[in-house]
T-cell receptor, first 111, second 113 residues
């Protein structure tokens, strides 16, 4: 099956910890994206990558970091510098048709 | 002012009703328009994708884009309880194949049997 997988589904973080969210796709898409969703708000872009070894900041990149070492993978690290990390995190990818397809999401909670 | 405005609802309708969901936007550079459906605690699912002005129909769903008014709509005919979800409009500028989407807040829809 082609698609986007995210893990873990639920993640709990203690204050001051860094955590890494996984995103993998087997759609052969060049571009990948990370969004954050808070209750009552739309999705906001954190980072995106158009090609391997290259990525750009989105609207709310502070306190986050990413890497793109492989076409299939785009992990997101939520650092201790992110002041309000509790949210639903969504990874997406797109190919030549411009349509973005989303993974199932990771719900991060700070304890 | 947000670039994309969407009435958050909630919207509650009886089964079989016609549902109209709407978004307005301020950025005239937007050329690609999308509607996503998101069930609770799941990732958004792409429903409709349109380029520039006009209508697009897919089964019970019709997407309309009016660029002159900066207004897009999604119509759902013969609504079903399984349509109960949050509907998100999204849009992006043209120019490249890749780039960020700007989302509305989402409208929560409930269809009662």
């Amino acid at each position: 099956d082609g698609g986007i997988t995210q893990s873990p589904k639920y993640l709990f973080r203690k204050e001051g910890q860094n955590v890494t969210l996984s995103c993998e796709q087997n759609l052969n898409h060049d571009a990948m994206y990370w969004y954050r969703q808070d209750p009552g708000q739309g999705l906001r872009l954190i980072y995106y990558s158009q090609i391997v070894n290259d990525f750009q900041k989105g609207d709310i990149a502070e306190g986050y970091s990413v890497s793109r070492e492989k076409k299939e993978s785009f992990p997101l690290t939520v650092t201790s510098a992110q002041k309000n990390p509790t949210a639903f995190y969504l990874c997406a990818s797109s190919g030549t048709t411009n349509e973005q397809f989303f993974g199932p999401g990771t719900r991060l909670t700070v304890l | 002012q947000k670039e994309v405005e969407q009435d958050p609802g909630p919207l509650s309708v009886p089964e079989g009703a016609i549902v109209s969901l709407n978004c307005t936007y301020s950025n005239s550079a937007f050329q690609y328009f999308m509607w996503y459906r998101q069930y609770s605690r799941k990732g958004p699912e792409l429903l409709m994708y349109t380029y520039s002005s006009g209508n697009k129909e897919d089964g019970r769903f019709t997407a309309q884009v009016d660029k002159s008014s900066k207004y897009i709509s999604l119509f759902i005919r013969d609504s079903q309880p399984s349509d109960s979800a949050t509907y998100l409009c999204a849009m992006r500028a043209g120019g490249t194949s890749y780039g960020k989407l700007t989302f509305g807040q989402g409208t929560i829809l409930t269809v009662h049997p």
